[in-house]
C-alpha cells in the first residue's frame, strides 16, 4: 500500500454566530475499499506480516465489518491468504445476502464463524492455539485492527498544515485511531473522541496508546450502543449528504458528526474555534445497515 498518503480537508460552511469553523479530512477518500482508519491501521502491520514471512492474515469481526471487508482486499492485493473469525453462527448461510460477507468471499477470505460466547474468548491464548491448529501459521490482527503498528499508522493522518486546528474530533471503536492523533498532535490542541459504543472502558485501552493527555471522550452520541440508530440519525446523514455532498456511515462518522453539530449549538466549543473531524471511512456498512433499516420499514441511508 502506497506510504506516507495524504487526505484533503474540505470545509464544511455552518450558518452560525458563534465565529466557529469546521472541516472535514477525507480519510474515506484514501482508496475505494481499503478507506479511513483501515488504511492507516494495516499498512504497517501488512509491512510487518511481510517481514515475518507469513503466508495468511487472520482476524475478527461482525456482519458487516469494516476491518473484515478491508483485512480481506488488502491482503488480496499484496498476496496474503485471509481468515475472517466471524461472530455469529447463524451467519454460515447467510453469506451470499450479507454484502460485506459477500465482499470478503469475493477477495478469497476463508470464513470460520463461531458462536458470540466462543468469539469473546478471541484474545485467548487457547482460542489462538486452536485457530493455529485449523488454519496453520498466520499473522494475527486484532478484532478492529488497533495494536502498536496500527497506531504508528493512524498517526500520519495528522500533518504539519493540521496544527492550525484547536480541536481534532474523530470516532472511537477500539480506540486506536485516536491513540494516534493524540500522538501526533500538539499539547495545545484537543482531540476528542466519539464512541460508537456505551461505557467508558475505552479509556483505558487508550491510555496504553496514547502519550498525551491532551484527549476526552464524549460519550453521549452513541444512540443505543454500536450497530445502534435512531430516525433522527437516518434523517441527520441524509440531510448532510444533501447540504454537503459527503456520505456518512451510521456507525461512526455519523454519530460523530452528530455530536459535533450538536455540541456547537450548545456552545460547548469556545468562540472563533477551530475544529478539524476525521472522516473514517466505513461507508461499505450502508449497505447491510439498509437491509436492516428495510426490514424495520425505516427511511433508507443515502450513500
Avoid at 121 to 137: A, T
Avoid at 157 to 169: A, G
Wanted: glycine share 10%; charged share 25%; aromatic share 12%.
Amino acid at each position: 500500500m502506497q506510504a506516507n498518503k495524504t487526505s484533503r480537508i474540505q470545509e464544511i460552511l455552518l450558518s452560525n454566530d458563534k465565529d466557529i469553523s469546521l472541516f472535514i479530512k477525507r480519510e474515506d477518500e484514501l482508496h475505494p475499499f481499503i478507506s479511513g482508519n483501515k488504511y492507516r491501521k494495516l499498512k504497517y502491520n501488512l509491512i510487518e506480516a511481510k517481514n515475518q514471512e507469513k503466508n495468511t492474515i487472520l482476524s475478527f469481526g461482525g456482519a458487516f465489518s469494516n476491518h473484515i471487508a478491508a483485512i480481506a482486499y488488502a491482503s488480496e492485493i499484496n498476496g496474503f491468504n485471509s481468515v475472517g473469525v466471524i461472530r455469529g453462527e447463524e451467519l454460515v448461510d447467510k453469506i451470499e445476502s450479507n454484502p460485506t460477507l459477500k465482499f470478503a468471499k469475493s477477495c478469497g477470505m476463508k470464513f470460520f464463524f463461531v458462536s458470540r460466547e466462543t468469539y469473546r474468548n478471541k484474545n485467548d491464548q487457547s482460542f489462538i492455539k486452536e485457530l493455529q491448529n485449523r488454519f496453520g501459521d498466520f499473522y494475527l490482527v486484532p478484532e478492529g485492527g488497533t495494536n502498536e503498528l496500527a497506531i504508528k499508522g493512524c498517526e500520519e493522518i495528522l500533518k504539519q498544515e493540521d496544527r492550525n486546528f484547536n480541536f481534532i474530533c474523530t470516532s472511537v471503536g477500539t480506540g486506536g485511531t485516536i491513540s494516534g492523533l493524540v500522538n501526533a498532535s500538539d499539547t495545545n490542541q484537543k482531540i476528542l473522541g466519539f464512541p460508537a459504543l456505551k461505557g467508558d472502558f475505552l479509556k483505558e485501552d487508550i491510555r496504553k496508546f496514547a502519550n498525551q493527555k491532551n484527549w476526552e471522550l464524549i460519550t453521549d452520541y452513541h444512540f443505543g450502543g454500536y450497530g445502534k440508530i435512531k430516525p433522527e440519525l437516518i434523517t441527520f446523514i441524509n440531510s448532510f449528504k444533501d447540504k454537503f455532498g459527503i456520505p456518512l456511515d451510521p456507525i461512526y462518522t455519523g454519530k460523530m458528526m452528530y455530536g459535533i453539530f450538536d455540541l456547537i449549538g450548545k456552545d460547548f466549543f469556545p468562540k472563533n474555534s477551530r475544529i478539524l473531524a476525521i472522516h473514517t471511512g466505513g461507508l461499505q456498512g450502508i449497505k447491510g445497515m439498509n437491509i436492516r433499516l428495510k426490514q424495520k420499514n425505516l427511511p433508507l441511508i443515502k450513500v
